[in-house]
């Protein structure tokens, strides 16, 4: 199918297939940027009803996450 793996196969694996180190790096900082949306309630649960307020939601959440990282 020449579809590139960008996730690492496991440690005791015989034949290990290539895949790609950085997009793996940037998939797993997307990944977790997701865990973290659903740590909101709001967010995981989708109370609003409209998009626009549903997305301005997640604005603020992602906002208050990067805040508390640094």
Do not use: G, Q
């Amino acid at each position: 199918r020449t579809i590139t793996a960008c996730i690492p196969p496991k440690k005791n694996r015989k034949s290990k297939p290539p895949y790609d180190w950085h997009l793996y790096k940037k998939r797993h900082l997307i990944e977790n940027m997701f865990a973290k949306l659903k740590d909101w309630r709001r967010v995981a649960t989708r109370y609003d009803r409209c998009a626009h307020t549903f997305m301005s939601a997640i604005h603020i959440a992602a906002s208050f996450i990067f805040y508390l990282k640094e």
